[in-house]
């Protein structure tokens, strides 16, 4: 395969261009050229720009049935349904994976060191896998508060940052990957209690459960706006926004928010516990507390309802978190 090297430089770069992602790691073997190429962060920008960067579902599966805690990634193609795994998550036994989420070109993984003083209350960390390396690395150290687990909401930014704030006192703090940097930002308004957290239209929302509210941040102002009327649905527990929408989705089923009337309505019966969004769809799964046996179901805006997709059996692993890539 030497001869592609001899090629001109642009007409190697563009083959190198359109291999697709589960066919990289063998190319960099053999090819030093193509390895300094695909490793270099334009290159996947690249990639996304000429629209060659395929979509693929990131699956953070953890091994509970045996003595030392096993965390892995898996690649999922939902096109011709197979799967890679990646290499295991770094973690040690008194760490808990507890969400997944795509950042440019790298697979950031929020996990907690549990302490002993408290069951729900540890220390966060960030696991980062670059995907042009296929490394993983520590983030850098999580700022002085200590969010609840069960309660707190986190969420990635398009620009590339990830936010937290809610579930005790008042703070909040964003993460740059990039520049592996944290940063404090100003208290929120009011203490959120259990919330959820998701970016829409570059505006980072707080949504609080019952009486909470929702507290908006503006990242260019800097700024709290509170927003009193408006609150997670029963029995939902995760929030995201995808085709425009403000989608809920847990034990009550999945739901779309209507801003001028400020209810949400019914979109599926479903009781999906992951979802994030694929190409012109919502990606789900169904169950997370039993090992061994998931459901994958595909949600299109406007249909009558989900169409199951694959089930996923393996009896060791447990279903965690979910994004795209």
């Not at 203490?191 to 959820?196: L, P, T």
């Amino acid at each position: 395969m030497n001869f592609l090297e001899e090629l001109p430089e642009q007409i190697f770069l563009d083959i190198l261009l359109r291999v697709p992602y589960k066919s990289q790691s063998n190319i960099k073997q053999l090819l030093k050229a193509a390895k300094e190429k695909m490793e270099c962060p334009d290159f996947y920008q690249d990639r996304i720009k000429f629209g060659l960067a395929k979509k693929y579902i990131c699956l953070l599966l953890s091994d509970r049935t045996s003595s030392q805690y096993n965390a892995r990634i898996s690649i999922y193609d939902p096109v011709d349904q197979s799967c890679k795994l990646l290499s295991r998550i770094p973690a040690n036994a008194n760490t808990t994976v507890y969400k997944i989420m795509n950042v440019n070109h790298k697979i950031v993984v929020l996990a907690f060191e549990r302490l002993a003083f408290g069951r729900f209350y540890a220390t966060p960390i960030f696991l980062i896998y670059d995907l042009l390396s296929s490394t993983w690395k520590y983030g850098a150290k999580f700022p002085s508060f200590r969010p609840n687990i069960k309660g707190f909401s986190c969420c990635a930014s398009p620009d590339g940052t990830i936010y937290i704030a809610g579930a005790r006192d008042r703070e909040a703090a964003v993460y740059k990957v990039d520049e592996d940097k944290w940063e404090l930002l100003p208290e929120m308004h009011q203490e959120m209690g259990s919330c959820r957290g998701v970016f829409i239209e570059g505006m980072f929302y707080v949504i609080g459960f019952g009486n909470n509210g929702c507290q908006r941040f503006d990242p260019s102002t800097r700024v709290w706006t509170t927003i009193i009327n408006m609150s997670m649905p029963h029995s939902c527990s995760i929030v995201l926004y995808a085709f425009g929408q403000l989608i809920a989705y847990g034990g009550g089923g999945i739901k779309q928010y209507d801003w001028q009337g400020n209810v949400w309505r019914e979109l599926d019966t479903k009781k999906p516990f992951h979802a994030t969004v694929w190409c012109d769809r919502i990606f789900f799964c169904t169950s997370i507390c039993t090992p061994g046996h998931l459901q994958f179901y595909v949600y299109k805006p406007g249909a009558a309802s989900s169409e199951r997709l694959i089930s996923f059996d393996d009896e060791e692993m447990r279903f965690e978190s979910i994004d795209t890539i």
